[in-house]
């Protein structure tokens, strides 16, 4: 009689022992699952750690380059143009956290104001550039003007001349028929 309470009584245990052995692994698994869960999550943070060191190192070359630069502008324009610096840093463009790059507004560009159409006009995109990147008051010097005004002045005597031209283009119409 005792064999079958034998039988029955490991029958059960190796039940208990199966039992608590797939808890083990479950246990396992889910230790395994936070785990894998917590060394994602540091990879994530690491990498959007790198990605902010990074954009910090972009703004601050970004920031030193064109400060560096501002004294660079202001010798090459001299022969032309008097760059007058409004603030310190004069350097005002920035990379904002989105990733877009900011520059002032300006309301009217100083060769828009001055009407130099005589330059080219890459010239004139690059002096617009210069007042959005820098906080710059720009003025011609008296050598530039000179020649601005002598354009000017020819300008408007070519006017004159193709005005009186087609006059006299009419009248020799005129006298022809």
Do not use: H
Not at 78 to 93: I, L, T
Not at 140 to 148: I, N
Request: proline share 2%.
């Amino acid at each position: 009689m005792a064999l079958p309470w034998l039988i029955g009584a490991a029958v059960l245990g190796i039940g208990a022992i199966i039992a608590s052995s797939g808890d083990d692994s479950s246990s396992n698994n889910n230790g395994d699952d936070e785990e894998r869960r917590r060394r994602e999550r540091a990879e994530r943070e690491r990498r959007e750690r790198e990605i902010n060191e990074q954009r910090q190192t972009i703004k601050e070359t970004l920031l030193n380059e064109g400060e560096k630069r501002s004294a660079d502008f202001q010798q090459l324009l001299s022969g032309c143009f008097n760059a007058e610096y409004q603030s310190q840093p004069p350097f005002k463009a920035k990379i904002l956290e989105t990733g877009t790059q900011y520059k002032r507004i300006i309301a009217e560009y100083y060769t828009d104001a001055q009407q130099l159409s005589l330059l080219y006009e890459k010239t004139r995109e690059n002096l617009n550039e210069f007042e959005a990147c820098y906080d710059v008051k720009l003025s011609m010097t008296a050598d530039l003007r000179e020649k601005v005004n002598a354009y000017a002045q020819g300008q408007r005597q070519l006017d004159e001349l193709q005005q009186y031209r087609s006059k006299l283009e009419a009248r020799l119409q005129k006298l022809k028929s």
